[in-house]
């Protein structure tokens, strides 16, 4: 699913012509990235959470020439699903 088709269905669900919809989406889109760039911890009730975690400083290997290569630590996007979307996930499959 592509960020297409995710206004598709919201003008489809609500009825919301397309132009509309693309505006709230990318209106949501903004304030999620808005809220990670602060180090905001993000929870949807029934879909899942959102964490900005830090990342150690690794080593690491290019896999092309076997060289070590150094990993700087930093932060990394984390998200653990809902129990509600867990179970959905699994029952499909």
Wanted: overall charge positive; proline content about 6%.
């Amino acid at each position: 699913m592509i960020k297409l088709d995710i206004i598709n269905r919201v003008a489809d669900k609500t009825g919301v012509p397309k132009q509309k919809a693309e505006q709230v989406v990318d209106a949501l889109f903004n304030a999620m990235k808005e809220a990670m760039a602060k180090g905001n911890r993000i929870e949807l009730r029934g879909f899942g959470v959102f964490v900005v975690k830090p990342r150690k400083r690794g080593i690491g290997r290019n896999p092309r020439t076997g060289k070590e290569v150094p990993i700087p630590s930093g932060k990394t996007i984390r998200f653990k699903p809902g129990k509600e979307l867990q179970a959905k996930a699994v029952k499909k499959k």
